[in-house]
């Protein structure tokens, strides 16, 4: 086991530093003048030289690259070209907000639809589960920036029960942590986009449980469990059991994408998440900032991806062995 947990750790950092390379290379290819942001077209060429001269442009690459490993080397994400500050400080609050958003997003999707799940295979050949088909077709093939935009229309601005946008009431101070992400006027905000990205990705977890129960009622143990005279429920905790194997790995999948993978969400209802955070960094050409990002986002997949792969490596050796 040692050895498999090596193996793709080692994979882990080599595809890391690719990562790396790669963000780096791209984003100094870009088109375009980051100075050009910074310095007010009326001032002389000089003016801009300055400003290329204090942010290190006007080195060659490959010593960019090498400082730029170096400060990574130590922690240092650099400074925003944009805002002018820490870069770490700005993404650790950005960060926050998307954390909130994909953890409630995972409780709703993968709670209710583990039970959904259930209740669909327990249901089968009954018109319930007839229903329960149209709608996970329905949800499947519904793209999620057009829920989204549905879900202001109605929710937000014909019924008015949730914000339609950003995280906070405009004009409010929170006293602290606490009452900044968990109070009231935070949780209302939080609700829409939550039950938006929730509701989209319930489908994956319900397939998975219900395909793993009808599988496991074939199997033998089954046949000892219904032998015994246990009551239904007992059959389906015994059948959901063994079928959450699958589920577990995709919800570490889940969580690692779904923090990267909330753009347009998170730019449907203003939420000031990371996503978001990235499409006004590359447009704003704040390389430093959207780099950084990228980064961090690729961190935390390859993280879930190898938590996902090693839960797959205890739970069945023969992937180990192969």
């Known amino acids: 086991m040692l050895r498999f947990v090596g193996e793709r750790l080692v994979q882990a950092l080599i595809t890391v530093w690719i990562i790396l390379t790669v963000l780096f290379v791209v984003f100094r290819l ?14 002389p060429e000089e003016a801009r030289q300055l400003v290329r001269e204090s942010l290190g442009l ?8 090498l400082q730029y490993m170096s400060d990574l080397a130590t922690g240092d994400l650099g400074r ?18 998307t954390l909130i958003l994909a953890l409630a997003s995972f409780i709703i999707s993968y709670g209710v639809g583990i039970v959904g799940g259930v209740i669909w ?40 029960w949730f914000p339609t946008s950003g995280f906070r009431t405009p004009g409010y101070e929170a006293a ?3 009452s900044k992400y968990f109070d009231p006027d935070a949780l209302r905000h939080l609700a829409l986009p939550a039950m938006v990205l929730g509701v989209s990705h319930m ?53 690692g994408t779904a923090i990267g993978g909330q753009v347009l969400v998170e730019t449907v209802f203003s939420w000031p998440g990371l996503g978001r955070e ?5 447009a704003r050409q704040d390389f430093v900032m959207a780099q950084s990002s990228f980064f961090l986002l690729s961190i935390t997949v390859i993280g879930f991806n190898m938590i996902a792969d090693l839960l797959y490596g205890y739970l069945d050796p023969r992937i180990r062995t192969n």
């Open 58 to 65: 006007d080195r060659p690459v490959a010593l960019q690259y």
């Open 176 to 178: 602290g942590f606490f």
């Open 30 to 43: 870009m088109p375009g003048d980051p100075a050009s942001f910074l310095v007010d077209p009326n001032l």
């Open 278 to 282: 990235i499409v006004a960094s590359v």
């Open 121 to 160: 295979a327990a249901t089968r050949g009954s018109r319930f589960e007839a229903i329960t088909n149209l709608g996970v077709l329905f949800v499947r093939s519904m793209p999620t920036f057009w829920f989204a935009i549905l879900a202001v229309s109605i929710f937000g601005i014909g019924l008015g």
């Open 203 to 255: 489908v994956v977890p319900m397939l998975l449980v219900r395909d793993g129960i009808l599988e496991m009622t074939g199997e033998p143990f089954m046949e000892v469990v219904r032998a015994k005279g246990l009551p239904r429920w007992r059959e389906l905790w015994h059948a959901t059991r063994n079928a959450l194997i699958p589920v577990a790995t995709s919800a570490a999948v889940y969580l």
């Open 80 to 97: 925003s070209l944009w805002y002018r500050a820490s870069v770490s400080l700005i993404i650790g609050e950005k960060l926050a907000a």
